[in-house]
């Protein structure tokens, strides 16, 4: 990307990894919303031009001296989050709360490369059992289960989740999962369709039902022990207060570089004495993601429906610029 709406297809020089980074060939990367901001000046990068690109799988080819956790031929996916390592998070190791989170494809380089240099603390390594198409969810899936750790559900215990977004159904296995009960929220009957065939039992068309009485009645009078708000969701905040309960929990999930308008009322907050929290990422939970595709527990196959040749990027993305809603997720076959 050379600018907001430039993107093109260019040549740059090759580079050898040294110290603790790795080279890597890419297999497979994605196009995502931030790809999306970035294209339309929402979001700024740090420099440009850049590569796009934070979400990716491939196979180790080269290697610096300092490296020990990967060899040649290892099938990786990339954690795309770039923690600081200096806050007082990132020393006692929670880094999913660290304080200057950056992320590959925003503040440096991404991976819509055929060959990309990495940190070896960044790669982890794909069992046999998990296809290079569905590791390149683990991001999303880690991002899911951060927010299962913040909201620290018990069994039985019913949340609402706003939006059947990629993340948005991802969630609702994660918390099918942990034996919670997940009610998923949208205005898109094809996206909520696709939550139903999976498994989640509880979907609400805000567009043909009153979600309120509708989860009034799911909860048996009590609403929703939790709630998770998407940001770029097309329900507002304040509406998603209305569904938790009394002292119930709320986590407002997107990245942090974004400006999203939260305008909102806290005072069903005060009234309810809810509890908020802010969640941007899943650093570090990677191995965990991959756990879970290996185990089956979180089906990505509905989500690998296209699939996109590399000197395409440039068309496919100003096609999600122009209609958002086209695919749940575009895969770029390198």
């Not at 799988?57 to 300092?66: D, F, L, P, Q």
């Amino acid at each position: 990307m050379h600018k907001a709406g430039e993107i093109r297809l260019d040549k740059i020089q090759a580079q050898d990894p040294t110290g603790q980074c790795a080279k890597v060939k890419v297999s497979y990367a994605s196009l995502s919303a931030i790809d999306s901001m970035l294209y339309t000046g929402e979001l700024s990068p740090q420099k440009m031009p850049f590569t796009i690109g934070s979400q990716a799988v491939g196979m180790v080819t080269e290697v610096g001296e300092g490296v020990t956790n990967v060899v040649r031929g290892d099938r990786v996916v990339i954690d795309p989050y770039l923690y600081c390592e200096g806050c007082d998070p990132c020393a006692k190791g929670k880094f999913v709360d660290c304080v200057d989170l950056k992320m590959y494809g925003v503040y440096d380089d991404g991976f819509m490369s055929d060959f990309c240099i990495v940190r070896s603390e960044d790669l982890f390594k794909l069992p046999d059992r998990v296809k290079d198409e569905e590791a390149i969810f683990a991001a999303h899936i880690a991002l899911a289960m951060n927010i299962m750790a913040k909201l620290e559900l018990e069994k039985g215990e019913h949340v609402v989740i706003m939006g059947a977004s990629l993340v948005g159904i991802i969630l609702a296995q994660v918390a099918l999962y942990y034996q919670a009960i997940p009610i998923l929220v949208d205005t898109r009957g094809d996206r909520l369709s696709i939550a139903e065939n999976l498994g989640v039992y509880y979907c609400v068309n805000s567009t043909v039902d009153d979600a309120r009485k509708k989860i009034f009645s799911m909860t048996g009078g009590s609403m929703a022990s939790a709630v998770v708000y998407f940001t770029g969701t097309n329900s507002s905040l304040p509406k998603s207060l209305e569904y938790a309960a009394s002292g119930g929990r709320v986590v407002v999930a997107g990245w942090s570089g974004t400006k999203p308008d939260l305008a909102a009322s806290f005072s069903q907050v005060f009234s309810k004495q809810l509890t908020v929290y802010g969640v941007s990422n899943g650093a570090k939970m990677i191995p965990a993601a991959i756990n879970m595709l290996a185990n089956r527990t979180v089906n990505v196959t509905p989500f690998v429906k296209r699939t996109i040749a590399f000197e395409n990027v440039d068309e496919a993305l100003k096609t999600q610029v122009d209609h958002p809603d086209k695919d749940i997720k575009v895969l770029v076959k390198m």
